[in-house]
Every structure is written in structure tokens, then in C-alpha cells.
């Protein structure tokens, strides 16, 4: 376990009501929260005067037993009030949640929030790498943020240096500009502190799993320290042949004028990875198929292949270095008044090869039908990338709390100045080579075949942003506020390309062979995008508030990726108005059981318009198309009791196409890769002799995939449930062993899948994973 704690920001506290009986909890569960109200003996609120005096108190850490999986604020001072009081669906992972779960990456640390995964593999010839995220029916993977700055890069993000994982919900354009339409990652670094600890942990588990990381925290003077987190890791993936995770990290940080009003944070982060990318297995076998060829239709008699086969090739490889260095200063004007600066340089660079395949009708070789042993499948599909990342950012931001007369004033406002850069090289397949088929029941990845190379082609990317905003939280009286900003950003992004010419897509050779280098898209796009948010919030009592919440946000063309597309049917091709996403949210939350365990619950509906769709008449694509999503979402953090800790989440959602084609291949106008419904929990127990046991459940509902001509592949993946299991002792006041379970059950289910539906993700199965934490 980690046992260095750390808070950038101080919490707003407020008076809070006596221990509730476990009936009234339940109530408050089910959302019949006058009930739960009731049971409070002290709903005095503080005056407008009293508040405005404590504002800036310091924060309370309250040690307990049980782990502490409750954090009551973001890490943003764009966030001026607890989560209690702010008017949004927001979820906090803590770090104690992350290490207890065994978790190493940001797509693993995401299983807590419901509704959000990697549901989806790729398109047809390429897969989705890295943190591939879908939130609420739409892909958010270019809105993942570390310390408030934009992160972009198809790379697997560790969490060996990450204090907490915020997810925000519904559009988030007020706070970061462009996003995705249903919501935001933001990651928060670890920091120094004032005071001296060190914490460590060893792994070994299922998969040759071996991963070590270490934190030290060393005060330097009276008001400065040196933090350093390490990372190292050395996997395979338990149930996958030659998958590999193999990665080691370094993050030392300096902080100076700690325990002054003015502090500075010099922050490094450099992660290296060497991995072996998953292209997926076939979906032959599996509930749903039938053959791709209806002149052999014996394929869709075949038995299953075994989840554990690679069918990409020796190879195959995700390098991937990453470097980011953070200046952050803080200075406090007053008790009231604060400034804060974040300055930023990052660079990620990834080098991937992944021998792909579609077993559609062409690929899938069945000499003797009669022996599917002699079966094979062709590896035609490599994907490459030579791609690099680039951003340099400075965000400043003021924050101040003021009376006008009897309001009260929180302000947040600042100017926000980057730049962002894509350099892609031209990696790609050379004199038409292919790698050698793979036997699709006992595939070699010792291939031979394909030779690949520079060919000459590339691309550049670059998107400059200027913005500002302003939210202001106003307080009238003891029982209502209003949270209203805005955000205005003009962004510039220009594009260009040097593309292989002939074949579908390219451009016309005119007398240079197929395959040669030529000019492709040269292209520019700038604008304005306006963002704004207002919440009305009533606090029935001091623990409690409902509130109701409208936003809007904007993505432009180009704004997920820093490319632009001349493809008529592409919302990245310049011609396009940005996408706009407008959430409505009725909500309310509940602080119970002394402060320690938070209720949220909310009913939520996002429209997004300016899709672009094609119309059945003239064939001509226009910006008409909308789709919708809505639905409930319910959660719970903290503590049931001084030995019990508790997480879960659970949502309902209805996503559909409202204007347009249907985007899903069963014909209906459900939205793709989105389950229905999904539930996730973690929880712990300490047992009287130091014991703690625990254990976690996820839910996903059913999933349709995405519309094309692909034949006899499942157009749905099935739900499904997991189970895991923790135990943690300790051996001295030094070590604690920990012992993660997996899949209990060893349940198999379809994890993601690719949008023809010839590939999919196999779940992990039964594992388990020993862990030693150290601390001193």
C-alpha cells in the first residue's frame, strides 16, 4: 500500500450530520433521500460570513482502517467547490482503489467508473491501441488529460506516478475546450510533500507477470522536498500467447516554498515501453457466427479457435518513449485570492507494427473442409505507425472568493496557450509482400514473407489554441447557488500529406507508378469554439444538494487527432462545422455517514448534432445527423464503517441515432460499442486480526457493433459478469503481502470487438497476481 499521502488543494469543509442507521443507508441508496434527510439531528448552516472566513482552510486527512476511496475534491482550481456541490457527474479513483485492484494502467484503473471501457478493436484492417476509451457511446480517447493538459498519443498510460484518475461526464468543453462529447480523463501527478516515507511493491503473478515500483518522498529543507517514483515492468498477458506489456518509468519531482503562499513544482516524467501488441483472435466458433462464404458454408460449423492463439508474427512491436516535464507555481495572494501556472513540454513517439487480418471470405483457406486443422488464414493486414506527439502548453488561472452584498462569490478564471504537433513517418509494406498465412487453429508467429520499410510518404500536423474563461459559483443564502461559465477558444489547425497515390484512396499516379509518393492533403481549419455551462444547485440540508445542470461543448474538424481528412464522409475533412454536444443533467448528491460516504445519483441526456451523414437522394454528405444519449447514472465512495470501504457504480443508458443511418450492423439505431446497462463495485473489509479481504463485480450489458459489409460475423457481443477477489496481511509494520484474484469464475466473454466483427478481444482468464508492499 501506499503510504504517502499528499493534497495540491485544500477542501471546503462544511458541518456534516451524525452516524445514520444501515436502514436509512439503504434509503439514501435508493435515492429516497428526504428519508435519509430526516435521520440528521444538525442542519445548521454556516452563515455567508463563516464561509467566505473558511474557504481556504486546510485540508483534514482522517485516518481510519479501512482504505480512504472517498476524495471530496478535484485537482483543478477550475473546480471551485467539493464534489458535493458541484452541479456534474463526476468520479474520483483514488489511488488506494488502484493499488488494491492490482491495477497498472489507466484503461484498468477505469474499470470503476460504469460505462466506460474498451469495447471497441478497430476498424477493419487496424486495431485500436493504447487507452482506446469509450464513455457514454462515443470514442473519448482525445480527451485524456494529465494535471489538466491534454495527453494525445494511441499509447497504454501507467499509473505508477498518479495520485487519482477524475472522470467528468457530459461535455467538458468549459474546462478543457474541444473534447469528446460525453466527457473527460484527467490524471494528477503525484507531488512532494513535507515529510519523509517510503513505499515499494514487488509483483508476480499469472502471464510471467513481474512489475516493481518504488516512492520515495525525502524532505530537502524547511519548506522544499524531493519526490521520486520508479516504475518496472516485465509481463505477458495471462490467457494471450506472446502479448507483452515490458515497460520502466522514471518521475522525479522538486517542490520548493512548500508550507509558504508561494510554491513551485518541477515535475519529469519519462516512460520507455517495448511491447507486443494484440491484434485479437477470430470470432469464428462464437455465438452469433456463420460463414463469410455462402459457397462454404461449413465455416460456420467450425469449432472455436483457442483465445490464447497470436496470429500476429514475431515481428510485431509497440515501442513507445514518453517524456513530459511540468513547471507548476502556486501563489496565494490572501486567504482568498490564489494564482496558479502550469507550464508544460511533452513529447510521445510510438513505433508499432501489428500483422493484422479479416477473415472474410478471401482470407479464410480451407483445402480439406472435412479437417479444419488444414485451415488457414491470411496475415494481409499489417498496420504500421512512425508517429510523434508534440505539446507545449501554459495555463494560467485565478481564483478568488468575494461578497457582493449577501452573495457570495467563488471566481476561476484564466487564459490557456498551446500548441500541439503530429509528425507521422511512412512506414509501410514494401513490392507488395505479405507475411505467411497463419494455421488458423495452430498459428506460428514465425513468419516469413513481409518486408516493409520507409516509403517515402508522411504527414504533419499542428493546432494552435488560444482561450479563456470565467466560472463563477454564486451563493445566495444558506440553501441555493449558481454555477454558470464560459469558455471561448480559437484553435487553428493545419494540415498536410505525402501519400501513396493509385489504389481506393489515393490520388491519381498520372505516370508515376502505383504505391509512389505524392501530395495528399494540404489543408487548413480555424474558428471559434464557444463552451458554457449553468447549474443551479439547492442544498436541502448541509450534507445534502439537487441540482440541474445544462452545458455545451464543441469538437472541431481535426480536433481528436490534429489530422484532417479529404474524405467526403469524415467529420475531420475542413469543409465540416464543428460537432456540438449539449447535456442536460438532473442530479443530487449526499454526504452521509459522518462525511465518509458520498451518494450520487443522475438522470442525464446528451444531444449531439453536426454529424455527418450521407442523403439516400444525391448521395451528398451534409452535417444533419444527430444522435442522443441518455440515461441514469448511480454511484457510491467511501466508507460504510471504520472497517468497511466500498466503490460502485451503476448506469442505464439509452444511445441512439435520432437523425441519420443507423450505425449498428443488427439494423437498429442503437449506437455501437455502448452497453445498455453496467455495474461495477469494490469493496474491502479489515478484519479484527489485520486481515483486510475484498473483492469486486462488473457488469456489462449487451453490445451491438458498427454497420458494414462484412458477412456472417455476430453483429452483438453478449453480456456478461466478472468477479474478483483481494486478500492483504500484514507481515510486520514493514511488508503487507497482498493476493489479487481474477476472474474467479472463469468466465468467457467477448471483451471488444472489431467493427467487421472478424476480430475480437477474448476476456482475461482465471489469474492471480502476489504483491509485497513495502513502506518505511
Given amino acids: 500500500m501506499d503510504f504517502i499521502k499528499s493534497r495540491k488543494h485544500p477542501v471546503t469543509r462544511r458541518s456534516c450530520a451524525p452516524t445514520l442507521t444501515a436502514a436509512t443507508l439503504m434509503t439514501g441508496l435508493a435515492l429516497a433521500l428526504p428519508a435519509a434527510a430526516a435521520t440528521s439531528t444538525d442542519t445548521t448552516f454556516p452563515t455567508p460570513e463563516q464561509l467566505a472566513s473558511a474557504k481556504r482552510l486546510p485540508a483534514v486527512n482522517v485516518e481510519g482502517t479501512a482504505a480512504a476511496y472517498k476524495i471530496d475534491q478535484l485537482s483543478s482550481s477550475k473546480f471551485t467547490e467539493p464534489l458535493l456541490d458541484t452541479p456534474q457527474t463526476i468520479s474520483i479513483i483514488s489511488k488506494e482503489i488502484i493499488q488494491q485492484q492490482g491495477a497498472t494502467t489507466l484503461t484498468e484503473a477505469l474499470r470503476n467508473s460504469p460505462g466506460v471501457g474498451t469495447f471497441y478493436v478497430g476498424e477493419n484492417g487496424t486495431t485500436s491501441t493504447g487507452d482506446a476509451i469509450y464513455m457514454r457511446g462515443f470514442d473519448t480517447s482525445g480527451s485524456i488529460f494529465v494535471d489538466g493538459v491534454r495527453d494525445l498519443g494511441s499509447i497504454s498510460r501507467d499509473v505508477f506516478n498518479i495520485e487519482q484518475v477524475e472522470v467528468t461526464k457530459g461535455p467538458d468543453g468549459t474546462e478543457y475546450g474541444r473534447t469528446a462529447p460525453t466527457g473527460a480523463v484527467n490524471m494528477v501527478s503525484k507531488q512532494p510533500m513535507l515529510g519523509n516515507a517510503v513505499s515499494a511493491s514487488i509483483s508476480y503473478g499469472s502471464g510471467s507477470h513481474k512489475r516493481a515500483t518504488a516512492d520515495l518522498n525525502q524532505v530537502t529543507g524547511n519548506h522544499s522536498a524531493f519526490r521520486l517514483n520508479v516504475m518496472g515492468q516485465n509481463s505477458g498477458v495471462a490467457g494471450r ?30 516512460v520507455k515501453q517495448t511491447n507486443v501488441p494484440d491484434g485479437g483472435v477470430p470470432t469464428i466458433g462464437l455465438p452469433g457466427y456463420s460463414s463469410p462464404d455462402p459457397t462454404r458454408p461449413f465455416i460456420g460449423n467450425a469449432p472455436q479457435v483457442n483465445p490464447h492463439n497470436f496470429y500476429g508474427t514475431d515481428a510485431d512491436h509497440d515501442h513507445v518513449t514518453a517524456d513530459m516535464f511540468t513547471v507548476i507555481v502556486e501563489h496565494d495572494f490572501s486567504p482568498d485570492m490564489a494564482l496558479h501556472n502550469t507550464l508544460r513540454w511533452g513529447r510521445t513517439h510510438e513505433d508499432y507494427l501489428l500483422t493484422s487480418f479479416m477473415g472474410n471470405a478471401a482470407n479464410l483457406v480451407t483445402p480439406n473442409p472435412a479437417d479444419p486443422s488444414s485451415w488457414s488464414l491470411v496475415r494481409s493486414i499489417p498496420n504500421y505507425k512512425d508517429q510523434t506527439n508534440r505539446i507545449v502548453t501554459n495555463q494560467t488561472n485565478l481564483t478568488a472568493s468575494f461578497t457582493t452584498g449577501s452573495v457570495i462569490h467563488d471566481i476561476s478564471t484564466g487564459i490557456e496557450l498551446s500548441q500541439e504537433k503530429l509528425n507521422t513517418g511512412g512506414l509501410g509494406t514494401l513490392d507488395g509482400s505479405t507475411a505467411s498465412p497463419a494455421n488458423l487453429y495452430d ?30 459559483t454564486l451563493k445566495f443564502g444558506e440553501h441555493w447557488q449558481v454555477n454558470a461559465g464560459a469558455r471561448l477558444d480559437h484553435y487553428t489547425t493545419r494540415f498536410d500529406s505525402i501519400v ?3 489504389g481506393r484512396r489515393g490520388p491519381d499516379c498520372g505516370g508515376l507508378p502505383a504505391g509512389s509518393p505524392a501530395p495528399g492533403v494540404d489543408a487548413s481549419k480555424n474558428g471559434n469554439l464557444l463552451g458554457y455551462k449553468l447549474g443551479v444547485l439547492y442544498k436541502p440540508s448541509a450534507i445534502s444538494s439537487i441540482y440541474a445542470n445544462f452545458a ?21 475533412n475542413p469543409i465540416f462545422d464543428p460537432e456540438k454536444a449539449r447535456t442536460t443533467e438532473i442530479g443530487t448528491k449526499w454526504n452521509l455517514l459522518d462525511d465518509q460516504l458520498l451518494l450520487t445519483g443522475a438522470l442525464y441526456r446528451t ?27 448511480l454511484n457510491a465512495v467511501g466508507q460504510i464503517s471504520r472497517n468497511w470501504a466500498v466503490s460502485a457504480g451503476y448506469t442505464l443508458m439509452n444511445a441512439t441515432v435520432t437523425d441519420g443511418p443507423n450505425v449498428s450492423e443488427d439494423g437498429s439505431s442503437d449506437l455501437a460499442y455502448t ?23 462488473r457488469y456489462s450489458g449487451e453490445m451491438k457493433r458498427g454497420t458494414d459489409g462484412a458477412i456472417g460475423t455476430p453483429a452483438f457481443t453478449r453480456a456478461y459478469w466478472v468477479f474478483d477477489a483481494m486478500a492483504s496481511y500484514p507481515l510486520n509494520k514493514h511488508i503487507d503481502l497482498q493476493l489479487n484474484l481474477y476472474n474467479l469464475f472463469n468466465r468467457k466473454y467477448v471483451a471488444a470487438i472489431n467493427k467487421s466483427g472478424y476480430r475480437y478481444t477474448p476476456a482475461t482468464p482465471r489469474s492471480g497476481m502476489l504483491t509485497a508492499n513495502i513502506r518505511f
Avoid: M
Fill in 675 to 697: 452497453p445498455k446497462s453496467a455495474f461495477t463495485a469494490w469493496t474491502t473489509y479489515h478484519l479484527p486480526f489485520n486481515l483486510t479481504i475484498g473483492g469486486g463485480a
Fill in 500 to 502: 501513396a497515390c493509385g
Fill in 552 to 572: 455545451v461543448s464543441q469538437e472541431p474538424p481535426g480536433g481528436n487527432g490534429l489530422s484532417l481528412s479529404s474524405s467526403a464522409n469524415s467529420a475531420d
Fill in 607 to 633: 444531444v449531439v448534432t453536426n454529424q455527418v451523414v450521407q442523403d439516400p437522394t444525391d448521395l451528398l454528405y451534409y452535417q444533419v445527423g444527430k444522435k442522443r444519449v441518455q440515461g441514469i447514472e
Fill in 241 to 270: 500467447d506472446h502479448v507483452k506489456n515490458d515497460r520502466w518509468g522514471i518521475a522525479p519531482t522538486l517542490a520548493f516554498g512548500l508550507g509558504t503562499p508561494t510554491r513551485v513544482y518541477l515535475d519529469y516524467l519519462h
Fill in 443 to 472: 498459428p506460428s508467429w514465425n513468419a516469413t514473407g513481409l518486408v516493409y520499410g520507409n516509403t517515402g510518404t508522411s504527414s504533419r500536423g499542428k493546432t494552435d489554441t488560444y482561450a479563456a474563461y470565467l466560472f463563477d
